[in-house]
Nanobody, 122 residues
Framework: VQLQASGGGVVQAEGSLRLSCAAS????????MGWFRQAPGKEREFVSS????????YYADYVKGRFSTTRDGAKNMVYLQMNSLKPEDTAVYYC????????????????WGQGTLVTVSS
């Protein structure tokens, strides 16, 4: 499986962006796709995860109510809609795939995309 994230850019605070993650290869319904982010000098942190089969999504508290994750099984795509962006959301965002179905720990993810930079200006 190969993953490719895209959609990052520069946006003003309170703005919106939608990130996309394209997956090649077969994704089993028992798998999960996740979004993580890493700011300069910080560790990679969990943002959101979605169960591939059911489409049920989970969020970190600091993005809950602002971000929304969806998937399109026919296209092997996962999307992260980010609204009401804050300067502290600035980071490189990564998508990953886990065979665990749902996981908040980066160590559980077997495949990663290359990352896309999101910069939120105040």
């Amino acid at each position: 499986v190969q993953l490719q994230a895209s959609g990052g850019g520069v946006v003003q605070a309170e703005g919106s962006l939608r990130l996309s993650c394209a997956a090649s290869g077969r994704i089993f319904s028992s798998s999960g796709m996740g979004w993580f982010r890493q700011a300069p000098g910080k560790e990679r942190e969990f943002v959101s995860s979605i169960r591939w089969g059911s489409g049920v999504a989970y969020y970190a508290d600091y993005v809950k109510g602002r971000f929304s994750t969806t998937r399109d099984g026919a296209k092997n795509m996962v999307y992260l809609q980010m609204n009401s962006l804050k300067p502290e959301d600035t980071a490189v965002y990564y998508c990953g795939l886990t065979t665990a179905g749902y996981a908040r720990g980066a160590v559980a993810y077997d495949y990663w995309g290359q990352g896309t930079l999101v910069t939120v200006s105040s």
